[in-house]
């Protein structure tokens, strides 16, 4: 099977069963948690996850939802964003490298996902949020070319930011810190 035959949807699926599994075949998680990670409603997380298990890309656990990801569902993860980017936090950024490495790639998504998942939670104003949104639509924009341009991720990644200390939420301040740092 090609990356392909996916859809969008249950390529995002699939990544974000990745990471939260860390790509361990023996890790479960619910399906509906998943979703809810990426907006969706419990029906359609278990539609998404019966084609990623009917595809052996994933895997059942248990009856109440609960899923892995299989070995096959591994390797096809890798072959759309790269090998797994470190867990140390401390070696997140995103280099000097003119195009965005797979690991750069990694994290940027995974900061995406959070960033999307908390701005109505940020407290911010229109017009601060209105410039967060602009900003995470063109990260995704590059995420989506096949070389993502670290430059314009950096230059995002600062706009966003100089949004998020004024939400005052310091954790999620001081990993965008880290990302950016040359």
């Known amino acids: 099977m090609t990356?392909?035959?996916?859809?969008?949807?249950?390529?995002?699926?699939?990544?974000?069963l990745f990471e939260q599994t860390k790509g361990d075949a023996s890790v479960q998680v619910s399906m509906y948690d998943v979703g809810e990670l990426l907006g969706m409603?419990?029906?359609?997380?278990?539609?998404?996850?019966?084609?990623?298990?009917?595809?052996?890309?994933?895997?059942?656990?248990?009856?109440?939802?609960?899923?892995?990801?299989?070995?096959?569902?591994?390797?096809?993860?890798?072959?759309?964003?790269?090998?797994?980017?470190?867990?140390?936090?401390?070696?997140?950024n995103l280099g000097a490298a003119p195009g965005l490495t797979s690991g750069g790639?990694?994290?940027?998504?995974?900061v995406v996902i959070e960033l999307k998942n908390l701005a109505g939670s940020l407290g911010l104003g229109f017009d601060s949020l209105g410039e967060l949104m602009a900003d995470l639509k063109t990260m995704e924009a590059q995420l989506e070319s096949t070389r993502p341009k670290t430059a314009i991720i950096r230059e995002c990644l600062r706009s966003i930011l100089d949004v998020v200390k004024q939400s005052q939420d310091k954790h999620l301040a001081d990993r965008i810190h880290r990302l950016v740092e040359e």
């Open 3 to 16: 990356t392909s035959e996916l859809d969008d949807t249950s390529q995002q699926f699939l990544i974000t």
């Open 41 to 92: 409603d419990r029906e359609t997380a278990s539609a998404v996850a019966q084609e990623l298990m009917g595809r052996q890309l994933a895997e059942i656990r248990t009856l109440s939802g609960g899923i892995g990801i299989s070995a096959d569902g591994s390797v096809m993860v890798q072959e759309l964003v790269g090998p797994m980017a470190s867990d140390s936090s401390e070696s997140e």
């Open 105 to 110: 790639r990694q994290i940027v998504e995974q």
